[in-house]
């Protein structure tokens, strides 16, 4: 009889063991930060001015993504000067391939659509034989560009809200909507414009607010 019982426990155990769980794709956090090379290029970097704003949320291993921000130039040369200001933002989503590791610690791999709208200005300086020194301008009002980003990176909980980030991106594809006689050099967001694609990095400090996390539902056998 014990035997008989020793072994209905163990099938039971074995069939529990067995019941796969639907993973719930409901956030259980919301995790919102800056970027601080942004914070450091502008107190440094006397032609830069830029902040950056980060949120992610959970669902499951994938995570929606958001990044605001706010990029200005200002180059003098002995020849002329150029300048431009403007806003931007990143959405797209990343995947997370620690799957099991309860504080959602992250290494993973992204894509990202990004749009800016911003506004730029050239003033070239030439020596004219008859006229002296003559000052062209050329001007870039309100115009829109869109790219796309590849991305990679880790997300690390150090202390209970506290978090840690760091995204390398890969910039490509990049479409600009001017109009006049002057080709955008620098887009906020993105970079320079004189190649095909270009590298960006962040470092981001980040901090999470939980939300009460939905129960899994087991998948039937």
């Not at 992610?56 to 020849?79: Q, S």
């Not at 301008?137 to 869109?146: D, M, Q, R, T, V």
């Not at 880790?154 to 006049?180: D, I, N, P, Y």
């Amino acid at each position: 009889m014990s035997s008989c019982l020793t072994g209905f426990a163990q099938t039971e155990e074995k069939s529990a063991d067995s019941v796969k769980v639907r993973p719930s794709y409901k956030p259980t956090g919301v995790r919102f930060g800056t970027d601080v090379i942004s914070i450091i290029r502008s107190s440094s970097d006397k032609t830069f001015d830029g902040w950056e704003f980060n949120a992610d949320a959970d669902f499951d291993r994938y995570y929606g993504t958001l990044d605001v921000g706010y990029w200005a130039r200002d180059y003098v040369a002995p020849d002329g000067t150029y300048s431009n200001n403007g806003t931007y933002f990143r959405i797209g989503a990343d995947a997370n391939f620690l799957k099991k590791d309860p504080d959602k610690n992250m290494f993973f791999f992204g894509l990202r659509y990004g749009h800016s709208r911003f506004s730029e200005n050239l003033t070239v300086i030439r020596d004219d034989a008859d006229f002296g020194n003559v000052s062209i301008k050329l001007i870039n009002s309100h115009i829109p560009a869109g790219w796309f980003e590849m991305t990679t990176g880790l997300k690390v909980k150090m202390w209970k809200f506290f978090w840690l980030g760091c995204t390398a991106r890969l910039k490509f594809g990049l479409s600009t909507g001017e109009k006049g006689d002057l080709k955008p050099s620098d887009v906020p967001g993105f970079g320079r414009t004189d190649k095909q694609s270009v590298w960006g990095f962040n470092y981001q400090i980040l901090f999470r607010i939980p939300i009460k996390k939905a129960p899994s539902i087991p998948l039937e056998k």
